[in-house]
């Protein structure tokens, strides 16, 4: 079976601290996105990557940066955390291309994150 | 600016019943791919159904159904005979020719036994 794999579900940090959220996929798919979920907002796209240390900024990427030092893994890094940061992440993924399952987002089942 | 529009935050049906969630698009692009994800409460986000822009035939996945309105740009789930296992957010997306995904706000989906 197929997944996207966040590696915490959920996290509780103080406002400044460093936060690192990973995500690994194992269906070799080219693209990775983090979304932010809000209620009321929907899902909002921070950052993308097309490519292994290639990223795309999305709506919202203030206050956010990314890594992907290797295909399968996309990084999303906040490096001070403030309160307005309280929030679900989404990890995705997609293949590019043509096809069926073009553009299909294969989603992990998110991190919530609490910031005291 | 491209959008996803969702109207209606919170609908329900009774179980067995047909419901109509409804979303509607803004975009240039005339290549594009629309999306409905159902999220279940505190479970993973996974696709619905897909339509292609440039396919008339509207998409359909067992239960499932679109109506797919291109000069209007409407883009609305018809899920039939409802079970209690539709419960969720239900959410509308597109792909305005690229590879990203834009997502509207959701629709909260509750069905009465």
């Known amino acids: 079976d197929v997944k996207v794999t966040q590696s915490s579900r959920y996290l509780v940090k103080r406002t400044g601290e460093k936060v690192f959220l990973e995500c690994v996929q194992d269906?070799?798919?080219?693209?990775m996105f983090w979304y932010r979920q809000d209620p009321g907002l929907g899902l909002r796209l921070i950052y993308f990557?097309?490519?292994?240390?290639?990223?795309e900024k999305g709506d919202i990427p203030e206050g956010y940066s990314v890594s992907r030092e290797k295909k399968e893994r996309f990084s999303l890094i906040l490096e001070s955390a403030s309160t307005n940061q309280t929030s679900m992440y989404l990890c995705?993924?997609?293949?590019?291309?043509?096809?069926?399952?073009?553009?299909?987002?294969?989603f992990g089942a998110g991190s919530r994150l609490t910031v005291l | 600016a491209q959008t996803v529009t969702q109207s209606q935050p919170e609908m329900s049906v009774q179980e067995a019943e047909t419901v109509t969630l409804s979303c509607t698009y803004d975009t240039s692009e005339s290549d594009y791919y629309l999306f409905w994800y159902k999220q279940p409460p505190s479970r993973q986000m996974i696709l619905v159904i897909r339509q292609e822009a440039y396919k008339q035939q509207n998409a359909t996945e067992n239960r499932f159904s679109v109506n797919f309105q291109k000069a209007a740009k409407s883009f609305s789930l018809k899920i039939s005979d409802s079970q209690l296992g539709d419960a969720a957010m239900y959410f509308c997306a597109s792909s305005f020719g690229n590879e990203k995904l834009t997502f509207g706000t959701g629709t909260r989906l509750t069905i009465i036994p």
């Open positions: 990557s097309y490519d292994v240390k290639m990223k």
């Open positions: 995705a993924s997609s293949r590019t291309g043509s096809g069926s399952g073009a553009n299909v987002l294969t």
């Open positions: 269906m070799d798919h080219e693209n």
